[in-house]
């Protein structure tokens, strides 16, 4: 069945790098546009950055523009997220989603999450 | 950028009750509106789409409704599976976003 497995999280100093990936199964990721959401611990949802089907297109959340970047390795079938210059208040669960490339839809599965944790 | 606004924040019901939250675009979005359920430590699920196209799999005591700017998600009996955080999502234009979330509690 669908399925999107988060891995890469950790903790992490503040200033230091950290690479998610989120590896697909029983399904391609470039037939897809894929999303990347993260919730800090006790909060709400936050959406920060896609990729479009063809990977043409990327757009990012203000809160992470210049940080983070978003890309795919269709060989295997992965998705990753770069985060670089982490801060605090990037701590957070990070989750994968993908949204199929039909009118109207949205992100129809995600990840269980991969969480980050920036700290000294 | 268009900000989500959902009421009530936490909502206390008791099973087989009728309830509704709601959720307000700062602008239009027109029917692009999204409704998620998430449970503790699990990922959010996608229940319903285009605001009120009821996703493959989930009850028909949920329902959606709305357009523009006003949009409310509707759960016609609680069952005890329905205590959660339900969170709406806008997604007519990048950078999509969310509701604060409604915390579903038992009464």
């Known amino acids: 069945q669908v399925q999107m497995v988060e891995s890469g999280g950790g903790v992490v100093q503040p200033g230091r790098s950290l690479r998610l990936s989120c590896a697909a199964s029983?399904?391609?990721?470039?037939?897809?546009?894929m999303h990347w959401v993260r919730q800090a611990p006790g909060k709400g949802l936050e959406w920060l950055a896609v990729?479009?089907?063809?990977?043409?297109?990327?757009y990012y959340a203000d809160s992470v523009k210049g940080r983070f970047t978003t890309s795919t390795d269709t060989s295997k079938n992965t998705l990753y997220l770069q985060m670089n210059s982490l801060r605090a208040e990037d701590t957070a669960v990070y989750y994968c989603a993908r949204e199929p490339v039909i009118p109207g839809a949205t992100c129809d599965y995600w990840g269980q999450g991969t969480l980050v944790t920036v700290s000294s | 950028d268009i900000q989500m606004t959902q009421s009530p924040s936490t909502l206390s019901a008791s099973v087989g009750d009728r309830v509704t939250i709601t959720c307000r675009a700062s602008?239009?979005?027109?029917?692009?509106l999204a409704w998620y359920q998430q449970k503790p430590g699990k990922a959010p699920k996608l229940l319903i789409s285009?605001?009120?196209s009821l996703e493959s799999g989930v009850p028909s005591r949920f329902s959606g409704g709305g357009s523009g700017t006003e949009f409310t998600l509707t759960i016609s009996s609680l069952q005890p599976d329905d205590f959660a955080t339900y969170y709406c999502q806008r997604y007519n234009t990048y950078p999509y976003s969310f509701g604060q979330g409604t915390n579903l509690e038992i009464k």
């Open positions: 285009k605001a009120s």
């Open positions: 029983a399904f391609t990721l470039s037939d897809y546009s």
């Open positions: 602008q239009s979005i027109s029917t692009w």
């Open positions: 990729l479009s089907y063809d990977g043409s297109h990327t």
